[in-house]
């Protein structure tokens, strides 16, 4: 059974600060992994989508790395801001028709 | 732009009422929905994946009765909760897409469900 894990729980950082999330799977046997943002009250987001063959994506100040053979994927946040707070989940897919597993998620606070 | 559509956002209702919450693909057929439950300050918990055309495949420990989907067509998955309780209040999303490797799952906004 697939286990995802999210660390940390929690972050907070000034403005303007980089960072990095984490997330990690427990079974590397992968379709694809995808990052979402959560804002409080709402659905979710899709930030960026790495397909099983794939190292990175990007996307503006994102970018996305997967290291299937460690289960670990990071989501990398350039020059913070705070519109960046949400909670941010990732998802790990089986297989095409696969349900995806969800870690619990980060929530990211960045002060003005 | 959304391409999943879900509605209501947010029901309040009393307690033995039942609520139908629809989810809809704007821009593309899904025949595969997923429907998710989510707790205050938790993950999403997936509780059945809707089928379009036949049953829909439950999770272990969700109540099939309670929680009912109707996939009919390629673009709208309904999910209805009989005789909602109180302890049925919660976030429901729902997501469709994601057929090809490289195609993101999309989600609804949620609805917000509130039994008194």
């Known amino acids: 059974k697939q286990e995802v894990t999210q660390i940390p729980a929690a972050l907070s950082v000034p403005e303007g600060e980089n960072l990095v999330l984490n997330c990690s799977f427990t079974?590397?046997?992968?379709?694809?992994l995808q990052w979402f943002r959560q804002d409080p009250g709402k659905g979710l987001t899709s930030l960026l989508l790495?397909?099983?063959?794939?190292r990175e994506q990007t996307s503006g100040r994102l970018n996305a790395s997967l290291d299937k053979s460690s289960g670990r994927s990071t989501l990398y946040i350039a020059a913070s801001q705070p519109g960046d707070s949400a909670t941010y989940l990732c998802?790990?897919?089986?297989?095409?028709?696969?349900?995806?597993?969800f870690g619990d998620g980060t929530t990211l606070t960045v002060k003005p | 732009g959304a391409v999943v559509s879900q509605h209501p956002s947010w029901v309040i209702c009393k307690s033995g009422t039942s609520v139908k919450i629809e989810c809809r693909s704007l821009?593309?057929?899904?025949?595969?929905m997923f429907w998710y439950r989510q707790f205050p300050k938790q993950s999403l918990m997936l509780m059945a994946t809707?089928?379009?055309?036949?049953?829909?495949?439950?999770e272990q420990g969700v109540e099939k009765d309670k929680f009912l989907i109707n996939h009919a067509s390629l673009t709208l998955s309904t999910l209805t909760v009989t005789s909602a309780h109180p302890e049925d209040s919660s976030f429901y999303i729902c997501?469709?897409?994601?057929?090809?490797?490289?195609?993101?799952?999309?989600f609804g906004d949620g609805t917000r469900l509130s039994i008194l």
């Open positions: 997501s469709a897409g994601g057929a090809g490797s490289n195609q993101p799952q999309h």
């Open positions: 079974d590397s046997a992968i379709y694809n």
């Open positions: 790495i397909q099983s063959s794939q």
């Open positions: 998802a790990v897919r089986p297989s095409n028709a696969g349900k995806s597993t």
């Open positions: 821009d593309f057929q899904a025949t595969t």
């Open positions: 809707s089928n379009e055309g036949s049953k829909a495949t439950y």
